[in-house]
């Protein structure tokens, strides 16, 4: 799988980018993500204020914060303009690449933490 991200790819969309390219079933590709990863709770108060407390951060499997820093593409570059799934034109789609990206010897899967 080919995933897209630039620096409109926030929060779930960059944790689905990195959960599956840490387990070796994606390729990242276009600019850096935007980099939300903190979980936040809104509480209201009896005076009718409220407070916002930051309950979870997101990383990925490998460990790797998301939270200021984004996904990182392999394969760096704008968006095409023929993306296949919008035309059938995929000559400007470098799948020798992606799939050198995806090769076993490329990526590592993670080991669960503490194990």
Same mark, same amino acid.
């Given at each position: ?7 409109? =790819?926030?929060? *779930? =969309? $960059?944790?689905?980018?990195? !959960?599956?390219? &840490?387990? #070796? ?7 850096? !993500? ?6 936040? *709770?809104?509480?209201? @108060? ?9 309950? *979870? ?7 790797? $914060?998301?939270?200021?820093?984004? +996904?990182?593409? &392999?394969? !760096?570059?704008?968006?095409? @303009?023929?993306? %296949?799934?919008?035309?059938? &034109? ?8 992606? !799939?050198?990206? @995806? &090769?076993?010897?490329? #990526?590592? +899967? %993670? ?5």
């Amino acid at each position: 799988v080919a995933i897209w991200v630039d620096g409109g =790819s926030a929060s *779930a =969309s $960059e944790v689905l980018a990195g !959960s599956l390219h &840490d387990n #070796c079933r994606a390729v990242i590709m276009g600019k850096q !993500s935007f980099g939300k990863g903190l979980i936040q *709770a809104v509480y209201g @108060l009896k005076n009718g204020a409220g407070l916002v407390l930051t309950v *979870a951060r997101y990383v990925t499997p490998n460990g790797t $914060e998301i939270h200021g820093k984004g +996904v990182t593409p &392999d394969i !760096s570059g704008g968006v095409p @303009l023929n993306l %296949p799934i919008v035309a059938t &034109d995929t000559s400007k789609v470098d799948f020798g690449t992606i !799939s050198n990206r @995806l &090769d076993p010897g490329m #990526c590592q +899967v %993670p080991t669960p933490h503490g194990g």
